[in-house]
Antibody, heavy 121, light 110 residues
Framework: QVQVVESGGGVVQPGRSLRLSCEVSGLMFSAYGMFWVRQAPGKGLEWVAVISHDGGETYYADSIKGRFTISRDNSKNTLHLHMNSLRLEDTAIYYC??????????????WGQGTLVTVSS | QSVLIQPPSASGAPGQRVTISCSGG????????VTWYQQVPGAAPKLLIY???QRTSRVPDRFSASKSGTSASLAISGLQSADEADYYCAAWDDSLNTVLFGGGTKLTVL
């Protein structure tokens, strides 16, 4: 069965960096777009970034553009989110989710359990 | 960043039918497919509807959805207490090259 498992969350000071990882198993990882979606405490879902199946296309939310980088290693079935210059407002649960082959269809059918990132001084 | 507009809350008695709307624009819902997600407290979101009206295999046919122009809607009939959750619509925006999520609708079963 398909499993999506995030890791790398934790408490970090403002201005510091953190790298999230997401391991996917049970499917052909290299065939699908992958997404990061976050949810601040008590708030709604906010899309963060998407990467195409081969890594050739990436898109970012304005709120994190220039600070976060999404990447993938298809040889290791792993997705990453490199987060720099973290701000208090980046505090959230970060979900990794599998998308369709055509990522613009935005049908995220498998989600991880989420990893909590807390930015605090 | 713009969002898709949903009512913040909806409610209905057990057995009733409730509809949740999602309003967008020509560059998002008007051009691309809409998906719907259900999120119960403390859990990850779950895909309910994709390609405007297609249910995933795990979703009962009490859930239905439609799209017209720049708006979409999710309908839940035969409300059950297990349906209490937050519901989100989402779509790609061609002008912004971003994913848009609605603000979410909290459904209460009275």
């Amino acid at each position: 069965q398909v499993q999506v498992v995030e890791s790398g969350g934790g408490v970090v000071q403002p201005g510091r960096s953190l790298r999230l990882s997401c391991e996917v198993s049970g499917l052909m990882f290299s065939a699908y777009g992958m997404f990061w979606v976050r949810q601040a405490p008590g708030k709604g879902l906010e899309w963060v970034a998407v990467i195409s199946h081969d890594g050739g296309e990436t898109y970012y939310a304005d709120s994190i553009k220039g600070r976060f980088t999404i990447s993938r290693d298809n040889s290791k079935n792993t997705l990453h989110l490199h987060m720099n210059s973290l701000r208090l407002e980046d505090t959230a649960i970060y979900y990794c989710a599998k998308g369709p082959g055509t990522f613009r269809l935005v049908s995220l059918d498998y989600w991880g359990q989420g990893t909590l990132v807390t930015v605090s001084s | 960043q713009s969002v898709l507009i949903q009512p913040p809350s909806a409610s209905g008695a057990p057995g009733q039918r409730v509809t949740i709307s999602c309003s967008g624009g020509s560059s998002n819902i008007g051009r691309n497919t809409v998906t719907w997600y259900q999120q119960v407290p403390g859990a990850a979101p779950k895909l309910l509807i994709y390609s405007n009206y297609q249910r995933t295999s795990r979703v009962p046919d009490r859930f239905s959805a439609s799209k017209s122009g720049t708006s979409a809607s999710l309908a839940i009939s035969g409300l059950q207490s297990a349906d209490e959750a937050d519901y989100y619509c989402a779509a790609w925006d061609d002008s912004l090259n971003t994913v848009l999520f609605g603000g979410g609708t909290k459904l209460t079963v009275l």
